[in-house]
């Protein structure tokens, strides 16, 4: 599997009263609701059990800028995350997500800031990469010898 991505921050305004806008909302609340998983290269709690990461850095830069504190709230899969941010359980979304084009019709996303390369590497004595297409996620298989 080989797919290039782009990693950003989601936003969704579905739960907003017609009257109000979602900055508008965070400043009233003084808080930035943030809907992460703990991952080494977006959001981590670090050796000294303090979070850290670029979405960390990135989410507190934001909040301070907007002059309100942050809360983060924890999930254990990109899916989860997506479900809570629909269902209005945060403000954005800050777990190394994806831009898919379903995604695109349902959030507002922020610029891209990583490009990410996916790839599936298995053993050669396992069972064919090809066999993992017939899962449901993109694939393209390319064999490399050594």
């Known amino acids: 599997?080989?797919?290039?991505?782009?990693?950003?921050?989601?936003?969704?305004?579905?739960?907003?009263?017609?009257?109000?806008?979602?900055?508008?909302?965070?400043?009233?609340?003084?808080?930035?609701?943030?809907?992460?998983?703990?991952?080494?290269?977006?959001?981590?709690?670090?050796?000294?059990?303090?979070?850290?990461?670029?979405?960390?850095?990135?989410?507190?830069?934001?909040?301070?800028?907007?002059?309100?504190?942050v809360r983060y709230v924890e999930f254990d899969s990109t899916e989860a995350v997506i479900t809570a941010l629909r269902n209005g359980e945060g403000d954005i979304a800050a777990a190394g997500l994806t831009v898919t084009a379903a995604r695109r019709q349902e959030f507002d996303f922020g610029a891209a800031y990583m490009d990410v390369k996916e790839l599936l590497v298995c053993r050669r004595d396992t069972a064919p990469a090809e066999h993992f297409c017939r899962c449901k996620i993109p694939c393209q298989v390319e064999k490399h010898v050594r």
């Open 1 to 69: 599997m080989l797919t290039m991505m782009g990693c950003c921050f989601i936003a969704c305004t579905a739960e907003l009263p017609a009257n109000e806008d979602l900055l508008d909302s965070i400043k009233k609340r003084k808080q930035l609701i943030v809907l992460t998983t703990n991952q080494p290269t977006t959001y981590y709690i670090d050796r000294e059990d303090k979070p850290a990461g670029p979405e960390f850095d990135m989410t507190q830069s934001f909040a301070r800028a907007l002059g309100v504190e």
